[in-house]
């Protein structure tokens, strides 16, 4: 997984767009569903009278409330305090056995959500904005905003953008295609208020999002590694071999791609009596006892840092990144292969390299950067960056 890096000013203007966007559309969709009063409207109907009462209950009673209270829905990145709030009013319906009376309600409701956040025309772009008619936002222009080309769940591929010809748009085609899907990192189905929240959006891969992912990540506690908060290095590649001697002497065929999870099983071993304690501490709520070991900062970390492995190995059982990566063996033997031949001698040994090539190269550094290109490249523009720059770092560090 890598991190999206977005610049702050980037996501200011995503916001003000995504805030337009929700303002003027999907404000209008939520009161029209809400005010039925004297309207033969659809949402009259009793199956929706519930489901209408709980919708206040979440919203608010006025319309002022309603909608500030669901444009925070759409662009705050508290996601799991959303989620908190849903789960206050909605939890009930999540259970297993549900009346008839609950069953109709549960109905009406996601009617109402998938109705009011209309994820399907922001998907495909459909809605224009009254207000101006220039500004036009959808999940292609948050995309292109974000600007960042390969997949961050596999970086492997680009996900690009297209602008249709004159021509095209003449007869009335869409303006812009992209070949990006957006996930949502909390599925829609099971939390509908972040359908179209911008930080729930993550730019990826058709192959990550629905060959991979699918359906198969119900509720929280399964989810991945998150690209606009976790670290990139939360995964890493490496090659299953210690020492140099072994890195440069294994074949081609003999190559295979490890991913890693960091922290590192120091982590887990180094305190028994921190993990203990901190387990006491979330069972039993046991306040003051895991200050003998150590302080909140600590015990803080531990828990995140273990929430990071958890959502690590999702995400390479959900991807099956190391699965897939297998078929790069080539790649990290010829980078093993230029290290051996060129990489990294002495100054003497460079020198000598110079005089040899001369004319090709005018210093060593110029023969680096050309041999190992990769190095300093973004992953989020570069495919196969990072399993190009961890295999180096793994060979140049035990070398
Ligand atoms: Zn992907």
Redesign the pocket.
């Known amino acids: 997984m890598i991190k999206i890096s977005v610049a702050e000013e980037i996501w200011s203007e995503i916001i003000i767009c995504h805030t337009e966007y929700v303002k003027t559309i999907v404000n209008n969709r939520l009161e029209k569903v809400v005010d039925v009063q004297g309207l033969k409207s659809k949402w009259e109907q009793s199956k929706y009278v519930n489901a209408i009462e709980l919708i206040k209950k979440l919203f608010g009673d006025e319309k002022e409330k309603r909608n500030l209270n669901l444009t925070k829905f759409c662009i705050s990145e508290d996601l799991e305090g959303i989620i908190e709030e849903f789960d206050r009013i909605y939890k009930g319906f999540y259970k297993e056995n549900i009346t008839e009376d609950e069953k109709i309600t549960l109905e009406g409701t996601k009617e109402i959500f998938k109705y009011v956040m209309g994820y399907e025309s922001f998907n495909e772009g459909t809605n224009k904005l009254k207000s101006s008619d220039n500004f036009r936002w959808s999940r292609h222009d948050f995309i292109n905003k974000l600007n960042i080309k390969v ?1 961050p ?2 970086n ?2 680009y996900i690009t953008s297209y602008i249709s010809s004159k021509e095209d748009i003449l007869i009335g085609k869409q303006r812009k295609k992209t070949t990006a899907d957006a996930d949502h990192y909390y599925c829609k189905d099971s939390y509908p208020i972040l359908a179209i929240n911008i930080y729930n959006l993550i730019p ?2 058709g ?2 999002n629905s060959k991979m992912k699918g359906n198969k990540v119900k509720d929280k506690a399964g989810c991945h590694l998150y690209p606009y908060k976790d670290d990139s290095d939360a995964l890493y590649f490496s090659t299953p071999f210690n020492d140099i001697g072994e890195l440069y002497n294994f074949k081609e065929t003999e190559i295979k791609i490890g991913l890693n999870i960091k922290p590192n099983n120091n982590f887990n071993t180094k305190n028994k009596i921190i993990k203990w304690v901190a387990q006491s501490r979330e069972i039993f709520k046991v306040k003051g006892v895991y200050k003998i070991h150590m302080n909140v900062k600590q015990y803080n970390n531990y828990i995140e840092k273990n929430k990071i492995i958890k959502r690590a190995l999702q995400s390479k059982k959900i ?1 099956k990144l190391e699965e897939v990566y297998q078929i790069h063996n080539d790649i990290v033997f010829d980078i093993k292969e230029k290290i051996k031949n060129y990489g990294h001698g002495d100054e003497k040994y460079k020198k000598e390299f110079i005089e040899n090539y001369k004319g090709l190269f005018s210093s060593y550094e110029e023969f680096e950067n050309y041999s190992f290109d990769f190095l300093g490249k973004d992953p989020n523009k570069n495919p196969l960056a990072k399993l190009k720059q961890d295999i180096y770092k793994q060979i140049i560090e035990s070398n």
Do not use: H
């Open positions: 997949c769940y596999c492997r591929n990826s891969c192959v990550c991807f």
